[in-house]
């Protein structure tokens, strides 16, 4: 049950991730998507919850607990969204 929940997020997350980059371009624009420190961080977070996925739905070894370790960062994905919170952060 779980894991659904999870493969849930995982899809909205990635569905925000790939609107944000057809919006903001990927890299070549100085404004693009992963020009941004904090967006490289999503980026980050959302891949490696894609890959514990799907090692966990083939049924990965010990080393899936090291990705999983990475979606950790998730709330850092809300100081992400937030301007205050990441001068709180920077200082």
Known sequence: RLWWADVGFCIAFTIE??????????????????????????SIIVLSSWIS????????????RTIKLLRALRPLRMISRLQGMQVVIMS
């Open 17 to 42: 991730m790939l609107i944000k980059m057809l919006v903001m371009g990927v890299i070549l624009h100085p404004g693009s998507y992963l020009r941004s420190a904090w967006q490289q961080l999503d």
């Open 53 to 64: 996925i799907l090692v966990e739905a083939v049924g990965g070894g010990e080393w899936v």
